[in-house]
């Protein structure tokens, strides 16, 4: 039998489970802990953000303007870095350099990779919030 | 303690609100530097701030130069909390007139760390400020026997600023820390009181004299 077994023989359900979620903050986790309707509140600031960003992203790419990609991805990053540093932040950086260099080439072939990073972290917050929630019903 | 946050990226404001609140302080927002400048001008404005660098209408670098530029003895704490991370960045900061330089996205531990120096910098500086104020009060009461007095040459009384005569003791008494016990000194011992004393003895011998007549 050939390596690796695991996910050779997993089902596809495993396989998405296989996937570890992207790294939170020091400082969601810290709100996490003990504000609950805080964390909430910042999620929901966060998602507008992005829902934002994105919009503003996407347009700058179809009328092909680097200095607009730079601008909406590095409020991008600001906002995302609040919540992790791993592969959405470096993602959205990546985005902000290319717009910098005027690489709008480069920017179109990163975007959706930054787009899939964003969608991993949202479930991963979402999955934070039922936790917390979960956890202050208890107490 | 009452602590400025000033970033244009509303995710981070509320996050660093929220951190400060968890830690015991007020936060103060600001969604730009222009208002962030004009928190920290307040007379009973905030003594520590936490400032991005890019923003809109005044950027942090920019306020950091302001406030610097300001003639107080009590300044504001700065804390720069930037994107830019680079050391001619970090370099540029502190030049400008940051008290510290902290790169996003950051720790909240060590944020707390920072803003625990930050308070006790804030603390000290209270002090000698304080400290700074009395001193001035003692010299200005030291100045105050400086200077030409204008005195009379026969009684000694001495004119004063609403020009009133007054006597040395209680016009000195006045304008120091000085206070008077009175004596008499050698020469005006002899001067004064043993020839006062030679006239008493005078005038109890002149009855004698006289009753015999």
Redesign the interface.
């Known amino acids: 039998v050939g390596k690796p077994v695991r996910d050779r023989l997993a089902p596809a359900e495993d396989q998405e489970k296989l996937v570890p979620d992207p790294a939170l903050s020091a400082c969601v986790l810290a709100l996490a802990g003990g504000r609950f309707p805080v964390l909430q509140e910042l999620i929901q600031l966060f998602e507008e953000e992005c829902g934002e960003q994105l919009t503003a992203i996407r347009q700058a790419l179809r009328e092909g303007s680097a200095s607009k990609l730079r601008s909406a991805a590095h409020l991008l990053r600001g906002a995302v870095g609040n919540f992790t540093e791993s592969a959405a932040y470096q993602s959205a950086r990546a985005l902000e350099l290319l717009g910098g260099n005027g690489d709008l080439a480069g920017a179109t072939a990163v975007f959706p990779e930054l787009e899939q990073e964003l969608d991993r972290l949202h479930t991963a917050l979402g999955r934070l919030v039922q936790k917390s929630g979960s956890t202050q019903d208890q107490t | 303690m009452k602590i400025l946050v000033a970033d244009d990226?509303?995710?981070?404001c509320?996050?660093l609100e929220?951190?400060l609140a968890?830690w015991g302080h007020e936060a103060v927002g600001a969604r730009d530097g222009a208002r962030a400048w004009e928190f920290l001008q307040a007379a009973d404005g905030p003594r520590i701030a936490i400032l991005d660098w890019?923003m809109p209408h005044l950027d942090g670098l920019e306020v950091c130069r302001k406030v610097r530029a300001l003639s107080t003895r009590q300044p504001p704490y700065l804390i720069l909390l930037t994107?830019k991370g680079s050391r001619s960045d970090i370099v540029a900061g502190l030049r400008g007139g940051a008290d510290d330089y902290l790169t996003?996205?950051?720790?909240?531990?060590e944020l707390r760390a920072r803003l625990q120096t930050g308070q006790r910098i804030v603390g000290l500086q209270r002090i000698l400020a304080d400290q700074v104020s009395d001193l001035e009060k003692a010299l200005a009461r030291v100045q105050q026997l400086q200077g030409l007095l204008p005195i009379c040459c026969y009684c000694k009384s001495i004119r004063d600023d609403q020009n009133y005569w007054q006597e040395v003791e209680s016009y000195i008494s006045a304008h120091s820390q000085a206070r008077f016990s009175h004596g008499v000194c050698p020469s005006c011992f002899q001067r004064v009181v043993e020839t006062e004393l030679k006239d008493v003895v005078h005038r109890q011998e002149l009855p004698h004299a006289g009753s015999g007549r």
């Open positions: 990226d509303r995710v981070t509320r996050m929220a951190l968890e890019l994107v996003k996205p950051f720790d909240p531990e």
